[in-house]
């Protein structure tokens, strides 16, 4: 056999003969014969082995050449019989190339059997994988269709490929380069092989588990490959060509290549690699993304496979940490954090690799702030690993936690994630202490220090230093000498060997700064000094910038500064150079020899031993309060980061703060406070993780038993409620809820409780008890039983002895009992049948007790909230609420009759002490001195402190004022739960009732007779109604018309006990003078409210009064809680309160925040609700905006924020509100107004909007009459979208603005609205603006030019205008008193004259702010009272007709009685009528705490 088999580029090739000994193909079988060739070559095979290939060739390859027409089964046949004889062939050939020599024959017989076999391989596994690929495509793009195997493809190709890739690694692993002559594989071989294992690579399948040994096979071929056929740099290309067009491949190819840099020992592939990718056009990685992300994501997983090689080549990539490309730039700081992890984390690092490693963390620092948040995400995510695997060094961890602070503000959520996630990492893996305590650190710190200070032997340590450096002298002094002289020597011969040109080949490239000054000082030490000298030049070229250089340049030049009269300028600086380098060599060694003796001396020197621990402490302790203080200054940022928008933000916050708590960080439990509001949030996740981090923080305590645990978890949540406000208490119940529904709160947390609530535990104190009652009512929140199950006990300790002196545990007390009572109503159900108590039930006695003679502890302020509380329970558990509270009221009133027979023999005592002398003093009198004092004292204190420019000063208050107020606030709370009684629980109890009788009345009468019963009814209407089942709806609006009346004419008004009060009320609060306590006047100003909430003809009749209140009251708190229940009060009458909504307005202007914040709450609830109509005065809601207080400003743009979801709210509005803030009477000033309008000017999105309000804004200029409106309306204008069609709207409108064009302001707003037009506006628009921009440019220039003639006439105007004002001064006529003077135009500000009857107080001047009040059509002044505090009850209405000012009565003297016409205001007859019918408003839940 003498034919070469050539490895063909196409089966064609095979085909034609082009050279002489070349293998050609005799015949292509057809398929009919293919079957019985396929059987002799079988049979071949037994006989010859593997040579049978050289003659059967022919069958194989015709099988290739007609694939499509074989059967499946000759395939596989043809498959198996093939590998076969790979097998048999590798066998033989492995024993052959075993020979040292070989035989050409024989050579050249195996080297075609070799080839033709791996041409035959490769053929068949791709015909199949091509196969393979055409049914997955088939079955993928079927409808309909289920994935089963295709009968086409007989074999299992999985299994298959497998086999084929490891025959043919097993017959290219053997040495087969024997075979050729000379020993190198042709390009058609080694191309054959590897586009073969590329294309396998090409299929995902590839990828999947179950094909690992397939994948494993392919790259050792290519690894064989790179190592004995020299395909390195092919497979390098090949490598990133498929990264750049398959994703798949990133970790397989990653493998691959550190497989054949590790087991293969070719670490140039990397190199080639990462300098093809650092070749990479940046431009073209931008476009590229896809294939960019795969080049950046297999740099990153080699790293982490190879370390130790990529750091050897990063350089050549790092040019892409400035390209354009992020994606990049993240896959090569990937590559330096592996790196920095794997590689120069190590602690017995060389100095070049310190250097190495701090470079790399500088990179890393840089692109914290990179401009790409990717990018920036991305390397704190790498700092984060490196913190937690503790391969950070110490020095950098205050820089790098000070730059991830800073990036907690970062305006993307995933950068801020990452930082939060960075910081907690900081603390948990600190390398300082468990416990974070500023304040302790600080303190040990101190404490330290001084000892230290105390202890410390300064003196020995500056002998030593002078010591060492005289024998460093000694030595220097007599090598200077010889060196000067051998410097001079050399010079003067002038050495060709001494040139600089040889001296770049002494230092070597691995040598480092220190290396090289150590060669140098061991050349001066042996005398080598014309050496020493080369290698000074020498190191000065290859280290310029090194530091000990630049050290060395400044200290040798001062010295040859003052030798140079002596030699030469030259040889002084070498001289300086080398004695620097001496002296540190010198010095360094000297310390290290130091160091050695201290440690062999330590134990014989016990002081020095304890200084040295005595530094290291205090460092320590210095570097904790660093680290401490630098997360403390994270504590708020994050605490703001709680009510991000963006969950992942809160769910790391709340990681952060948990551990911030664990570990003793001071600040955190600010944040985990505010963690307590998020149980409200409608995230489920965000609810989920605040149960789990209280749960973790709170439930899981470190002890023994099971009580041991209990009181553990009980001490823990007792400790929460201390110093926790209201909204913190409410948000703590909801927590407690969701424990107790998900079991974490067991029956051993339970019983504890209640133990320490009856104070049966040891060591319990009242606050344990009280803390104790506040959770048991939050668990009962969750389950009744828990309170149900222990009624006695309640009432037994929380309303017994105790809670004679205890107001608070007893109303803590109250608040558990009101978890009991039935079931929520549910939507569409009935009501529950009532859970009352009888009314002689202890605990109604005990709460009748503990008010009627707790009534009397005067210095007690927590008398009226337990009082609120036990009549909610009286009105929500009792069987007749009304009965009890009556009692209650009229025991009160007694009190206040007998405190009031007190003071008045009290005052007749003084008065007979001041006529007769001590001895004629009656026996008791000392008894009554002594408590008048006490009860004074006690009330004086417990009044309101007096505010700058707000309420005026109040004598101490008597017993029976303070009485008076309580009996006063219970009246007021019990008028209020009595309306809430009849709305709620008698309504629903009456429909309760007819259901049942419905029910059973429907279960007695057949069906039938229910027809028949249709005849007998009275009228058709009738019978309609049942029919359409519309009776029970009416008789539900009886029941209803009748509590309503009820309300309005039993409760607060007649003869009832209540209806008695309501005079009483409206006599202290039109009365400053006689009832001037504030707290009196507080509370009955929200009594005189919920008396109006009540009825309807009380509150009509006392809303002029209340508004007055409002307006005139000098107490904050007394006016911040009327707006709160006006809010009230406009949801229950709207129709009544309309009117009086300019009132309600007026507020936001008050000097108090605390009134405008809840003035700004209700109005914003109201109008949200649609219970309060957006009209002007919504321009007051704006002024807030730009509110000095942070809280009301956040306030108002929240309101914007929700009103411009509701429509075009925001758009109607806008021209009144320009209108009204740009007036300069009644507005702001422009700054603030530009403020507002930029706010307001966000939400008009709408280019239909946008065009009308540029027509309406245009309009608006011809009514402007100063200079800052024009200034107003054009800002306005500049701050809108502006379309093609908004441009032609003010081509059209420019009359109206032409004239203004003058004012330098004016005419760069409109220039504004040009640049942004232009930058946005379509080609056809571009005219437009071009003629647009001319007509103002010409406007602008002719108002210029005629600036002279205007201010000319502009004086003379001002001049008559003077003249004109004197003369009208001199005719003018005082306004009448109370009157006010006329409005000029719409939106003016009512002025008010301080020396008018208004003044509330005589002496005081008003200090409410001006009011704004829309034009109404009603020709009637504006309602307004004032009160003259000459007169006890002299009472000046608003609207009071003539006939109504003589029906004004006094009070009584003596205060005890007085008649009714007396005290109540008269009724104002001219009242405003209105057409629509009064709406009464039932309310389910109105809480009047206020």
Not at 237 to 245: A, D, G, P, T, Y
Not at 328 to 345: A, D, F, P, T
Request: proline share 4%; net charge negative.
């Amino acid at each position: 056999m003498n034919f070469e088999f050539i490895i063909p580029s196409t089966k064609d090739d095979l085909l034609n003969k082009t050279q002489i000994n070349q293998y050609v193909v005799d015949e292509v079988l057809s398929f009919r014969e293919i079957p019985g060739s396929l059987q002799a070559l079988k049979s071949s095979f037994r006989v010859n082995g593997a040579k049978c290939l050289l003659e059967n060739f022919d069958v194989f390859f015709s099988i290739l050449c007609l694939r499509k027409d074989v059967q499946p089964d000759l395939k596989e046949d043809a498959w198996q019989l093939l590998l076969k004889v790979a097998k048999s062939l590798a066998t033989e050939v492995a024993s052959v190339l075993e020979d040292t020599s070989l035989e050409p024959g024989s050579r050249l017989s195996h080297l075609n059997q070799v080839k033709m076999l791996c041409y035959l391989l490769c053929q068949f596994m791709e015909m199949f994988e091509d196969d393979s690929k055409e049914k997955s495509d088939v079955i993928t793009t079927g409808k309909g269709r289920k994935n089963k195997k295709s009968t086409d493809m007989a074999i299992d190709w999985e299994v298959e490929r497998e086999n084929g890739v490891k025959a043919l690694l097993h017959l290219v692993s053997l040495n087969i380069l024997r075979l050729w002559d000379p020993p190198i594989a042709e390009a058609e071989f080694v191309n054959m092989v590897t586009n073969l294992v590329y294309k396998l690579l090409e299929n995902p399948a590839v990828v999947y588990v179950k094909a690992k040994e397939t994948r494993t096979a392919i790259f050792n071929i290519v690894g064989v490959m790179v190592k004995r056929y020299n395909h390195g740099l092919s497979a390098s290309l090949k490598i990133l060509q498929q990264l750049q067009h398959f994703e798949h491949l990133v970790s397989p190819l990653a493998e691959m290549t550190s497989i054949i840099t590790t087991d293969y020992g070719n670490k140039s592939m990397v190199a080639e690699i990462m300098r093809e990718i650092g070749r990479k056009d940046p431009k073209d990685l931008v476009r590229d993304n896809t294939g960019t992300k795969s080049f950046a994501t297999f740099l990153v997983e080699l790293s982490e496979k190879v370390p130790g090689v990529m750091m050897s080549y990063i350089s050549v990539v790092l040019c892409h940490l400035e390209g354009e490309s992020y994606t990049m730039r993240n896959g090569v700081l990937g590559v330096m954090g592996e790196i920095l992890l794997k590689v120069l984390s190590k602690d017995d690092l060389e100095d070049k690799l310190k250097d190495t490693r701090d470079q790399f963390l500088e990179k890393l620092e840089e692109h914290i702030h990179d401009v790409n948040a990717f990018v920036r995400s991305r390397v704190l995510q790498i700092c984060l690993t490196l913190v937690n695997e503790k391969c950070l060094p110490l020095p950098r961890h205050e820089h790098l936690l000070g730059l991830c602070i800073g990036r907690l503000k970062d305006k993307s959520s995933q950068v801020r994630k990452q930082a939060i996630q960075l910081v907690t990492a900081f603390i948990k893996s600190n390398p300082f202490a468990a416990k974070l305590s500023l304040e302790e650190l600080k303190a040990n710190y101190e404490k330290e220090k001084e000892k230290l200070d105390s202890m410390a032997p300064e003196e020995q340590t500056s002998v030593l230093e002078d010591s060492a450096m005289v024998k460093i002298d000694e030595e220097w002094k007599p090598l200077e000498k010889k060196l000067k002289r051998a410097m001079k020597k050399a010079e003067e011969e002038e050495d060709e060997n001494m040139e600089e040109g040889n001296s770049e080949d002494l230092i070597q490239d691995e040598e480092t700064a220190n290396s090289v000054m150590d060669r140098i000082y061991n050349l001066l030490t042996e005398e080598k000094f014309t050496e020493a000298k080369s290698l000074l030049g020498a190191f000065k070229d290859a280290f310029p910038d090194n530091s000990f250089m630049q050290e060395m340049a400044k200290e040798s030049q001062s010295e040859a500064d003052g030798e140079d009269s002596q030699g030469s300028t030259g040889i002084s600086t070498d001289v300086g150079y080398l004695k620097m380098i001496f002296y540190g060599h010198k010095k360094q060694t000297l310390a290290i020899s130091s160091g050695l003796e201290e440690e062999k001396e330590k134990e014989k020197d016990p002081i020095v031993n304890e200084v040295s621990k005595q530094q290291v402490l205090v460092q320590y302790l210095k570097d904790c309060c660093a680290f401490a203080t630098q997360i403390q200054a994270s504590v708020p940022v994050i605490c703001q980061l709680l009510g991000s928008k963006t969950i992942t933000d809160i769910l790391e916050a709340i990681d952060f703060f948990v551990t911030g708590f664990e570990f003793g960080v001071t600040l955190t439990m600010m944040g985990i406070r505010r963690m307590l509001h998020l149980i409200w949030s409608r995230e489920a996740s965000v609810k989920d993780a605040v149960v789990a981090a209280y749960k973790r923080l709170y439930l899981n305590p470190q002890v023994g038993n099971q009580r041991s645990k209990a009181f553990s978890v009980v001490k823990n949540l007792s400790a929460l409620l201390s110093g926790a406000n209201l909204g913190d208490l409410t948000s703590l119940e909801g927590l407690m809820v969701e424990l107790m529904k998900s079991g974490e709160i067991d029956q051993g947390v339970i019983q504890m409780l209640w133990e320490r609530f009856a104070m049966k535990v040891p060591n319990t104190t009242v606050e344990d008890s009280r803390a104790a009652v506040t959770l048991l009512y939050m668990i009962a929140g969750a389950d009744m039983g828990v309170v149900n199950s222990n009624i006695d006990v309640l009432v037994k300790e929380g309303l017994g002895e105790r809670a004679d002196s205890d107001f608070i545990l007893a109303r803590d007390t109250c608040l558990a009992l009101l978890k009991l009572g039935p079931p929520k109503k549910v939507q569409g159900q009935l009501q529950a049948e009532p859970f009352r108590f009888p009314q002689n039930h202890d605990m109604f006695d005990r709460i009748q007790t503990l008010l009627i003679n707790g009534v009397q502890q005067l210095d007690n302020p927590y008398w009226i909230p337990f009082a609120e509380q036990a009549i909610n329970v009286i009105y929500k558990l009792a069987e007749h609420p009304d009965i009890i509270c009556g009692d209650i009221i009229k025991a009160l009133a007694k009190e206040v009759i007998k405190a009031e027979k007190q003071n008045q023999t009290l005052s007749q005592v003084n008065i007979m002490e001041e006529d007769e002398p001590m001895e004629s003093q009656p026996e008791k009198e000392p008894d009554s001195q002594s408590k008048e004092p006490e009860s004074q004292g006690s009330d004086a204190s417990s009044q309101p402190s007096s505010q700058e420019g707000g309420p005026p000063s109040s004598p101490p208050s008597s017993s029976a004022t303070v009485i008076l107020t309580r009996l006063i606030s219970v009246a007021g709370h019990v008028a209020f739960r009595q309306m809430v009684h009849l709305d709620t629980y008698v309504f629903g109890e009456l429909k309760r009732r007819r259901a049942i009788q419905e029910q059973k009345k429907d279960v007695k009468t057949p069906k039938a007779d229910r027809r028949g019963s249709k005849v007998d009814k009275t009228t058709a209407s009738e019978a309609i109604e049942d029919e359409l089942g519309l009776a029970g709806a009416a008789e539900e609006d009886a029941d209803a018309e009748y509590i309503r009346k009820v309300c309005d004419v039993e409760i607060v008004s007649g003869d009832s006990l209540l209806g008695c009060i309501g005079p009483l009320l409206v006599t202290v609060c039109t009365n400053q003078s006689r009832y001037s306590d504030p707290n009196l006047r507080t509370a009955a100003t929200l009594s005189l409210a919920k008396f109006m909430l009540v009825s309807s003809d009380f509150c009509e009749n006392n809303l002029q009064l209340l508004f007055t209140v409002l307006e005139k009251s000098p107490y904050p708190t007394i006016r911040a809680n009327t707006i709160i229940a006006l809010g009230d009060l406009t949801v229950r009458f709207p129709n009544l309160i309309e009117p009086w909504t300019p009132h309600m307005y007026a507020r936001l202007r008050d000097d108090s925040q605390t009134v405008r914040k809840n003035t700004l709450q209700v109005l914003t609830h109201l109008i949200l609700n649609d219970m309060v109509k957006v009209k002007g005065q919504i321009s007051e809601v704006a002024t807030c905006v730009v509110d000095h207080d942070e809280r009301i400003s956040s306030l108002a743009k929240l309101f914007f924020h929700e009103l411009s979801h509701k429509g075009n709210a925001i758009y109607n509005i806008m021209p009144d509100v320009i209108s009204r803030l740009s007036d300069p009477d009644v507005g702001v000033d422009e700054e603030n107004f530009r403020i507002i309008m930029k706010y307001l000017f966000s939400f008009i999105q709408k280019d239909r909007q946008c065009e009308s309000l540029v027509e309406k804004l245009c309009h608006r200029f011809r009514a402007t009459k100063t200079d800052r409106q024009w200034r107003d309306l054009s800002f306005c204008l500049s701050m809108m979208s502006y379309s093609e069609k908004s441009i032609r709207k003010l081509q059209e409108n420019f009359a109206c603005f032409g004239d203004k064009l003058a004012d330098e302001e004016v005419y760069s707003c409109f220039c504004t609205i040009i640049s942004k037009s232009r930058s946005f506006a379509k080609p056809t628009a571009k005219t437009l603006i071009d003629e647009l921009e001319q007509r103002l440019q010409q406007c602008h220039t002719k108002g210029l030019e005629e600036g002279d003639i205007a201010v000319k006439a502009s004086q003379a105007s001002q001049a008559a205008s003077l003249a004109k004002g004197k003369s009208k001064t001199k005719g003018a006529k005082t306004p009448a008193k109370g009157k006010t003077p006329a409005r000029g135009r719409r939106g003016g500000r009512r002025q008010i004259d301080s020396d008018s009857d208004g003044d509330f107080v005589d002496g005081d001047e008003n200090t409410t702010p001006p009011k704004r009040q829309t034009k109404r059509k009603s020709t009637r002044q504006k309602p307004k009272v004032s009160f003259d505090s000459d007169s006890d009850s002299e009472i000046e209405l608003f609207d009071l007709d003539k006939s109504s000012q003589g029906t004004q009565g006094t009070t009584t003297g003596d205060g005890e009685e007085s008649d009714d016409s007396d005290i109540i205001p008269t009724k104002r007859t001219g009242r405003r009528v209105l057409n629509s019918p009064r709406r009464i408003v039932p309310l389910q839940d109105l809480n009047g705490d206020v």
